[in-house]
């Protein structure tokens, strides 16, 4: 029954078919493409989108581009780790404690009666 049913559908798409015909230009379209082409003057986005299209263009902006890319990779400095940057820090709190400590240590000194 099953391949019986898939025949009868296979058949009606098949027929379907038949009474296909090809699908002609709109009308006046090859009289349409006759005055473009003859067409002396160009609007600016025709001219500047014929010189982008050009090939030498497009693979030399392709080049500066990944040439730029390549200059910024190579020239950035890398910053620190965090572990050299929380090290840093520690070692300059360290320095500020023992200046303080220092300073209390003087005050102290000459304040105390005598």
């Known amino acids: 029954m099953k391949e019986n049913e898939l ?6 798409a098949l027929n379907s078919l038949d009474h296909i015909t090809r699908v002609g230009p709109g009308p006046f379209f090859y009289t349409r493409v006759l005055g473009r082409l003859g067409r002396k003057d160009r609007t600016i986005w025709e001219r500047v ?7 030498a263009v497009a693979f030399s902006v392709i080049c500066l581009i990944i040439s730029l890319n390549t ?4 020239k950035t400095k890398t910053s620190p780790s965090f572990t050299e940057q929380s ?3 520690a070692s300059d709190d360290s320095d ?12 102290n000194s000459n304040t105390d009666p005598q």
């Open 96 to 107: 500020v404690v023992d200046t303080i400590a220092s300073y209390y240590e003087e005050n």
């Open 87 to 89: 090290s840093s820090i």
């Open 7 to 12: 025949d009868k559908r296979i058949e009606s």
């Open 49 to 55: 989108s014929g010189f982008i299209a050009q090939p």
């Open 71 to 74: 200059l910024v990779i190579f």
